[in-house]
């Protein structure tokens, strides 16, 4: 099977640009999941999405939207980007049924904001 | 809310020595633990998962990981190190509330010295 795939795997923006970053999950995972992942914070949770429909969230400001289409690929976008939001962006996934689904992660996406 | 600690940032280990990379958590009940490995620019590898059962788990690569309810700890071990296990090393925890949601520890990188 082929593994969790985000595109692009690099990104240059500058600030009060938005960015849309793409995730294709594990076939047949039905959960995607992305994280950011900075120097100083480490890895931090964003969101959570199941079936097209967001399940969970982490305490990011609205600038930070996800969604998640039928086939079960996600695009996460930042808006009014900041310095700030420089960092790599992983996306996961899982099946998503049931509690012992370890995530799966991608390679990330290395947004860099100038 | 649930927290992960590594205390050590960094650790330098000799190859073929043995290694203990330290995880503490908090939370209210058993949690499921995660061991997940990072090397540069890429995402992170699922090195092994503790879900119930036998607190002694398997991973890949050689790996194992012993959880300790009365030390709320789940340190990771490897009896001889190669050099191509340095990288960083997360320890993560997620709760058994049907969402694919992890924290993760600030993670421990891993230097291995011929």
């Known amino acids: 099977k082929a593994g969790v795939t985000q595109t692009p795997r690099y990104l240059i923006k500058t600030r009060g640009q938005q960015v849309t970053l793409s995730c294709s999950p594990i076939?047949?995972?039905?959960?995607v999941s992305w994280y950011q992942q900075t120097p100083g914070q480490g890895l931090q949770f964003l969101f959570e999405?199941?079936?097209?429909?967001?399940?969970n969230k982490g305490n990011f400001p609205g600038r930070f939207s996800g969604r998640q289409f039928s086939n079960s690929r996600s695009e996460m976008n930042v808006s009014t980007l900041e310095l700030g939001d420089s960092a790599l962006y992983l996306c996961?996934?899982?099946?998503?049924?049931?509690?012992?689904?370890?995530?799966?992660f991608g390679n990330g996406t290395r947004l860099t904001v100038t | 809310a649930q927290s992960v600690t590594q205390p050590d940032i960094h650790i330098t280990v000799s190859e073929g020595a043995s290694l203990e990379l330290r995880c503490n958590y908090s939370y209210g009940a058993t949690p499921y633990l995660f061991w997940y490995v990072q090397s540069p620019g890429q995402g992170l590898q699922l090195l092994l998962k503790?879900?119930?059962?036998?607190?002694l788990v398997q991973g890949i690569k050689g790996f194992e990981a012993e959880f300790k309810r009365s030390q709320s700890s789940f340190n990771l071990r490897k009896p001889s190190v190669h050099w191509s296990d340095a990288a960083e090393y997360f320890c993560a925890v997620g709760i058994p509330s049907g969402y694919s949601t992890l924290t993760f520890g600030k993670g421990t990188m891993l230097l291995v010295s011929p």
């Open positions: 996961a996934s899982s099946p998503g049924q049931g509690d012992n689904s370890p995530l799966h």
């Open positions: 503790y879900f119930s059962g036998d607190t």
């Open positions: 999405y199941f079936s097209e429909t967001q399940r």
């Open positions: 076939s047949g995972h039905r959960s």
